[in-house]
């Protein structure tokens, strides 16, 4: 770490609402400064221009981290918007001067490479959570992100990829050596018993505490496929009348997702409880885990649940299969699937001891491939790379 002593490291991310790619970001900041490095993070509100920050923010200032809030950062595509946000932080990394620039999210990649490159930084690196062009959209659209895609690896000096899943998938052309593989870590946490759990989960909303949880944790954003563990639940409620979908996180699906509910007569089986701050101490109140996505990098909320020894049944996308070998140490069903969610779901309801077991063993695969130490040093490895 002495090899970091000194050295003027500026993060950047679109967004500053919580999510996974924002504890990345947090953790690396963090173990960064501890080792002597100066660490800057830069990042946009919640996902409109001027847009008040998120838990991000508040945690990085928490760590006494220095911050710059980037007001025309946002998710949402448009040219006028896109050239403020580059002038903008353009402007930070001409003032701040740092030695290192590491860029997460795909806005943040493509304008943080162009306004590193246009200032001059030695070593761009750029970490793809998962490829913008595996979303879905039409094929003009996934065309133009692919390209874009392209033009961030081509201005960065190295791109991290989370799996072997988005190192095979990179639009690379010409450009697949500056790509390395760097998985996803976990670090040990504190976890509250499932009594307390429930306990504390339901202080607003009415959720029976002994009934069986079906939780998942995530934006609600279409990506995350909540309306497929919705519509699986559906199909479950007649044999398993006991069993409720708790939803931890917010998001711009939260109107859409409760139509969905109320239209397939289960509201009073489905809680979108909302944001919970410090949601994974809160893990062990699941009798289940579900991550419906369609797409994903490598997840550190999969991570979470494998580290709290929970049973889970995930989509076979992205990363998903690095952590989960089917039927070994947890379930894969097909993106989109409900039918696939709906048997899986039954299978563990109906063999509570597969799904102990499933916990266990993924808790020990969490433990001896996903440390967070491990993320730690290899990724100083890439920043040390000439």
């Not at 009415?206 to 939780?215: F, H, V």
Request: aromatic share 6%; charged share 20%; with cysteine.
């Amino acid at each position: 770490m002495d090899m970091v002593r000194g050295k003027k490291i500026l993060f950047v991310i679109t967004k500053s609402n919580w999510g996974g790619a924002q504890a990345y970001v947090y953790a690396l900041a963090v173990h960064l400064q501890k080792n002597g490095a100066m660490v800057t993070v830069a990042f946009g509100g919640t996902g409109r221009p001027g847009a008040e920050t998120g838990l991000l923010a508040l945690r990085l200032r928490e760590a006494g981290m220095a911050i710059e809030v980037l007001s025309s950062f946002a998710r949402d595509v448009s040219l006028p918007q896109e050239l403020c946000a580059f002038k903008e932080l353009r402007a930070v990394i001409q003032r701040l001067r740092p030695d290192i620039v590491h860029l997460n999210s795909s806005k943040a990649g493509g304008l943080g490479a162009l306004a590193a490159r246009t200032t001059g930084v030695q070593k761009i690196i750029y970490t793809a959570h998962g490829w913008a062009h595996r979303e879905s959209r039409n094929s003009l659209k996934k065309l133009f992100v692919r390209f874009a895609s392209w033009i961030t690896i081509v201005l960065s000096h190295t791109v991290i990829v989370v799996s072997g899943l988005d190192y095979r998938d990179a639009p690379v052309l010409f450009s697949r050596k500056k790509l390395v593989v760097v998985r996803n870590g976990s670090a040990p946490f504190p976890l509250l018993s499932k009594k307390e759990a429930r306990e504390a989960l339901t202080k607003n909303a009415p959720i029976p505490l002994e009934a069986t949880w079906l939780i998942t944790q995530a934006e609600l954003h279409p990506n995350k496929g909540i309306a497929v563990a919705i519509t699986a639940l559906q199909k479950i409620i007649s044999t398993h009348p006991n069993t409720y979908l708790v939803v931890v996180g917010e998001g711009e699906e939260r109107a859409a997702l409760e139509e969905l509910a109320s239209t397939l007569s289960i509201s009073d089986h489905v809680f979108l409880i909302g944001f919970v701050t410090d949601s994974r101490t809160y893990l062990r109140a699941a009798d289940i885990f579900l991550m419906p996505s369609y797409k994903e990098g490598l997840p550190i909320a999969l991570l979470e649940a494998g580290f709290a020894s929970l049973p889970v049944i995930a989509s076979n996308t992205g990363g998903i299969p690095e952590v989960i070998e089917d039927e070994k140490n947890a379930l894969l069903v097909a993106p989109g699937s409900t039918s696939e969610l709906a048997a899986a779901i039954e299978s563990l309801l109906n063999d509570a001891e597969k799904a102990q077991h499933f916990g266990k063993a993924l808790h020990a695969c969490v433990l001896k491939s996903f440390s967070e130490e491990r993320m730690f040093e290899e990724t100083l490895s890439v920043y040390l790379q000439k």
